[in-house]
């Protein structure tokens, strides 16, 4: 099993619509959740981090956890063609109880946003 | 603020050839990381380091892999000899130790390694 897996793509969604992203992970006593998009040939950069149980809102981004089930998505409101991108999910663990602790990515999920 | 600085951003050498990759973390991050990724993949740890001491170095094929953080700044990442399945881009990337964002990640812009 992966550490950290997420929904197969490539999603497709039209302009305006939600775009769900999910991603399931292996660790229990993972603790920080991440994130990321990268645009083709660019580095990854942080849209959402979240810690705790439950929905965290930014502008058009909602992320969601839930530990119990290892589960945390991301959705996007009125999605738009500049959100096409690959979404990469990330799972911080302590690495030997350090503060330390490991980022581990998922494969990714291409979303291509139609106008 | 500047950001996570790598060199080169284009490489292409032979197989069995070595190489050697740059990054200057942003300034007062404590935590530096080497990622390899794949296309089509998602970035994979190779090396963690605090300060200039390894954290994590599991993933890090140490057969022909190594890297360095000299004076706790500046990191390096060598390969030698490449290998074909080598080809992808070397992310670095830096965090603080302790932070209220709780040790956000800041990625460079990466190293594209192709091997032919």
């Known amino acids: 099993q992966k550490e950290v897996e997420q929904n197969s793509g490539p999603l497709s969604v039209p302009e305006g619509a939600i775009a769900s992203l999910n991603c399931t992970y292996s660790?229990?006593?993972?603790?920080?959740f991440f994130w990321y998009r990268q645009y083709s040939g660019k580095s990854p950069e942080l849209i959402m981090s979240?810690?705790?149980?439950g929905d965290k809102e930014d502008g058009r981004f909602t992320a969601q956890l839930n530990k119990a089930s290892q589960y945390v998505s991301l959705l996007i409101r009125d999605s738009q063609p500049s959100d096409s991108a690959t979404y990469l999910c990330a799972v911080r663990s302590n690495a030997g109880g350090t503060s330390y602790g490991k980022l581990t990515f998922g494969q990714g999920t291409i979303l291509t946003v139609h106008p | 603020e500047a950001g996570v600085a790598q060199s080169p951003r284009y490489k292409i050498i032979e197989k069995r050839q070595s190489v050697a990759f740059w990054c200057n973390p942003i300034s007062g991050h404590a935590t530096l990381y080497w990622y390899q990724q794949i296309l089509g993949q998602g970035p994979k740890l190779l090396i963690q380091f605090q300060n200039n001491g390894v954290v994590d170095d599991s993933q890090l094929p140490k057969d022909r892999f190594s890297a360095e953080r000299l004076k706790g700044v500046d990191s390096t990442l060598k390969i030698q000899p490449a290998k074909l399945e080598d080809s992808a881009v070397y992310l670095c990337a830096s965090s603080l130790v302790r932070s209220a964002s709780g040790n956000t990640i800041y990625f460079g812009e990466g190293s594209w390694l192709t091997v032919v």
């Open positions: 979240i810690y705790s149980n």
């Open positions: 660790d229990r006593v993972s603790q920080s």
